[in-house]
């Protein structure tokens, strides 16, 4: 998960591509509290039905290089 600790205008990135692979994705999906980022990716993983590894590779690959990308 050390991905998730990048400058956020990469993490502005990573929800972009997020949402463009998932649209049923909304912006409330990626609000999280101080220390509550955990449960955020609890939530994410539950919606688009992705398992904790598979939505750390979305994150973290490029959209055209990405295999689950729609």
Same mark, same amino acid.
């Given at each position: ?13 990573? *929800?972009?591509?997020? #949402? ?7 912006? =409330?999906?990626? &609000?999280?509290?101080?220390? @509550? +980022?955990?449960?955020?990716?609890? *939530?994410?993983?539950? #919606? ?7 939505? =750390?590779?979305? &994150?973290?690959?490029?959209? @055209? +290089? ?5």
């Amino acid at each position: 998960m050390t991905n998730l600790q990048t400058p956020s205008r990469t993490w502005g990135k990573q *929800k972009a591509n997020l #949402k463009a692979m998932f649209p049923d994705l909304q912006e =409330n999906d990626f &609000l999280y509290d101080y220390g @509550g +980022k955990e449960a955020m990716m609890n *939530k994410l993983q539950t #919606k688009i039905g992705k398992t904790r590894s598979e939505l =750390n590779e979305l &994150l973290t690959e490029k959209k @055209g +290089k990405n295999k689950y990308y729609k």
